[in-house]
Each structure stands twice: as C-alpha cells, then as structure tokens.
C-alpha cells in the first residue's frame, strides 16, 4: 500500500475511535411502513416531513386492516406497522409486534356516500339512516373494521334480514369509493378518511353520533425490524402536536 494511502487510513481509523459517536454523521436508516388506507393522507404527509426533517427513507405500503393482519401473521417482516387497535394487540399477542412500542395514533369514524347522480337521503337521523339503507338498491360495505361494525348496526336498527341480499362486501384493501364512482353500489360506507376527500360520488358525512363507531388506529415496532429505534423515533413523530393539523385535514382525530 502506498505510505500516503495507509497514513490517510491511519487517520480515519483513528477517527473512529477517538471520537465519540454523536460527533460523527449518523446514517440514513430505510424504515419498511405498512398501514392502512384509512390512514394514508394523514400518514404520508407526516412521512414526508419526517424524510425532510431526519433524512431518513420510508417505504411506504397500503392495505386494508384485515390484510394486514394476515400478511403479518404469514411471516411478512415490516419496520413499522400501523392498525387497528385490536389487530395490533393480536399481533403483538402473536409475537409479531413489540408490545411495549404500541402507540395509539388517532381515531376515525365511519362515514356514509351514495354514487354520482343519486338522490341524496338524509343520514344526519338514525331513522333517516335507517330508511336510507332500506330503499337502496345495492348496499357496499368495507371489509375491514367499518365493516364488521356495520354488520352489528344493521341488526340493531332491525333492517338487516331486509338488505342482506343487497349488501356487497368486496376483499379488504378495496375502496368503497372506488365502487360508487364506477356505479357499482347506491349507498356505501367506509372509514370518513376514505370517503371525504374522494371524487366520482357524493359524500354524505358521518353517521348520526347515536350509532357513529370509532376505529382506533395504533402503530407498532416488528420484532424482526433491524430499525427499531428509528420506527420509534417515527412513531414519536406521529403523535407529535406538529401532526395533529394533518390528521385532522384527513378527517380523524388525534389520541391524546
């Protein structure tokens, strides 16, 4: 090796040991993220200022709750996962999710629209609701929390034997928007995150608050993440107050 080249290695060498390791340049971590579409308007414009303000990179993945769940149980390792509240207590009951990193991030509610060019019912009223869903034609729900909770509500307000041959319930991960816009149902229901800002369909607005539902969306370390601690600083990030303007604009609610 050339004296020149094995001094200027001596240096960085000794470089490495002596100085301490705050004083050296920390390296950009790439985070895997997984979440669900419910939460995607929010959890993008918070990733994005957090790659600006840390320089680290987000790999960001979208599904739908159930999805996630079972992608997750089937051995799929990402960072960072965001889910419902119960799905990743499941999950971290499994094994799969570092318990102790679980943070509540916000809230949803469940939201009503109907296609283009439909009557628009009156959903402000539980009975109003309750005749909406009994005079449409074709009925789309989600399959994921929204949905599961909307099977409960069509028992409670006494309509479900009526409709059930008119309710569709496509896989998890499919946008109930998506469907109205193409004419594929009258009424739907899905998270107010995935219908609110939608286009191709009206948005009618959130269900009367004597029957609203809220879905609590958490988030989680893997334990197979080789970048836990910058999946926890991103998780601080999230429930930092600087994002509470973002989640709102997405129509959820901060937890506190």
């Not at 296609?115 to 005749?131: F, H, I, Y």
């Amino acid at each position: 090796m050339h004296p020149r080249v094995r001094s200027r290695w001596a240096v960085y060498l000794f470089l490495a040991i002596a100085l301490p390791a705050s004083s050296l340049p920390a390296l950009a971590a790439e985070l895997k993220v997984v979440a669900p579409n419910a939460v995607k308007e929010a959890l993008a414009e918070i990733a994005a200022r957090f790659e600006k303000e840390t320089k680290h990179k987000l790999v960001l993945s979208w599904a739908g709750s159930e999805a996630i769940s079972k992608r997750i149980s089937d051995g799929e390792i990402f960072d960072f996962v965001v889910n419902t509240s119960a799905g990743i207590d499941r999950l971290a009951k499994d094994g799969r999710l570092v318990a102790a990193s679980k943070r509540d991030l916000a809230r949803s509610g469940v939201a009503v629209a109907v296609k283009a060019g439909a009557a628009r019912p009156d959903v402000s009223t539980v009975e109003g609701l309750r005749q909406a869903l009994l005079k449409a034609e074709s009925i789309v729900i989600s399959s994921g929390a929204s949905g599961r909770y909307l099977e409960q509500l069509f028992q409670k307000l006494g309509v479900a034997e009526q409709i059930k041959h008119r309710i569709k319930q496509p896989p998890s991960g499919v946008q109930i928007g998506d469907l109205l816009a193409r004419g594929e149902a009258e009424l739907g229901f899905q998270q107010v995150t995935e219908l609110i800002h939608g286009k191709g369909f009206q948005y009618l607005g959130p269900l009367p608050a004597e029957v609203q539902n809220y879905t609590v969306w958490s988030a989680a370390v893997h334990t197979g993440s080789k970048e836990a601690e910058t999946a926890t600083t991103f998780i601080q990030a999230i429930s930092a107050p600087e994002s509470a303007a973002a989640i709102r604009s997405s129509g959820m609610e901060p937890m506190p």
